[in-house]
């Protein structure tokens, strides 16, 4: 585990590193008055990574000095717990979308991609809090773009609201039409314009027809099957981030649970790139 770990924090620190080039707001440095961008969200990557929260997280850095001197500190350096929530709040999602950008960019993407829609749960909020921040729906609308072959998540998009996926889909596939070749979707994506808006760039979309006549079946019966079905790989990837890195997202502001879901995102990139190169 110590090994595995080793290579995740390296990984990580690489990538984070390369995500807050270009922010806005220069990093702050060591000795500057406080603690380097990229150390925030290398360390928000380890407890993303080892599911901890955060006073226990820190804790096992302290008695893991080799794994604290890749983050560049010693042990009794570390941040204090505080500093590390407090400071995710304040960088920007740029960096984290950016993040989630290069750890994709780890994978030799394949021909088929896959779009999909799921609701992750948020934690409990008072009622006050619900209140005050408009807090209607128990889960965030998470809809994630893949790669069938490698399983990199390539881009999601958060709400939290219920948009129809149609409103979603064009927004999320026009950040990624370099990476698409095949795209296949469920019923939830038929609209024909996107269809057309996909064939003129080049993207050959793979999605279902709602069945409300025979124009609907006639052209479900004509979907290549084999290219269709490659869609429950985006099933998969949903169960895993569940699975592995928690059910409910625990931020309690709207943009630090998108902050969440996209570092999770990520950190799943990072954890399949290592087992690939492993074997």
């Not at 030799?108 to 991609?113: A, L, Y």
């Not at 979309?205 to 124009?215: A, C, S, T």
Request: proline letters at 3%; charged letters at 25%.
């Amino acid at each position: 585990m110590s090994s595995k770990l080793a290579r995740f924090t390296r990984k990580v620190v690489t990538l984070a590193q390369k995500a807050v080039v270009g922010n806005a707001k220069p990093a702050l440095q060591r000795g500057d008055g406080g603690y380097a961008d990229w150390v925030i969200v290398s360390i928000h990557g380890l407890k993303t990574y080892l599911d901890l929260p955060y006073r226990r997280l820190l804790d096992v850095l302290y008695e893991m000095p080799r794994i604290s001197r890749i983050l560049d500190l010693e042990p009794f350096e570390l941040p204090d717990f505080t500093t590390v929530c407090t400071r995710m709040q304040e960088l920007k999602m740029p960096i984290w979308r950016r993040l989630l950008r290069l750890s994709a960019e780890l994978h030799d993407t394949g021909e088929i991609q896959a779009i999909d829609a799921t609701g992750m749960d948020r934690v409990a909020a008072s009622q006050h809090y619900a209140k005050r921040t408009n807090y209607t729906f128990r889960a965030v609308k998470t809809t994630a773009l893949i790669d069938c072959e490698t399983g990199a998540i390539l881009d999601i998009h958060c709400s939290m609201k219920q948009p129809h996926d149609t409103q979603i889909a064009w927004q999320l596939l026009t950040r990624n039409l370099d990476k698409l070749s095949i795209l296949t979707a469920d019923k939830g994506y038929d609209w024909e314009l996107l269809r057309q808006m996909l064939r003129s760039e080049g993207v050959k979309p793979v999605i279902k027809h709602r069945e409300f006549g025979w124009h609907g079946v006639a052209n479900n019966v004509l979907l290549d099957d084999t290219t269709y079905h490659q869609r429950s790989n985006i099933e998969s990837t949903f169960f895993a981030l569940r699975r592995k890195y928690g059910e409910i997202v625990r931020a309690r502001t709207w943009f630090g649970q998108f902050r969440e879901l996209v570092l999770k995102c990520g950190v799943r990139n990072i954890e399949l790139a290592l087992d690939a190169a492993t074997g």
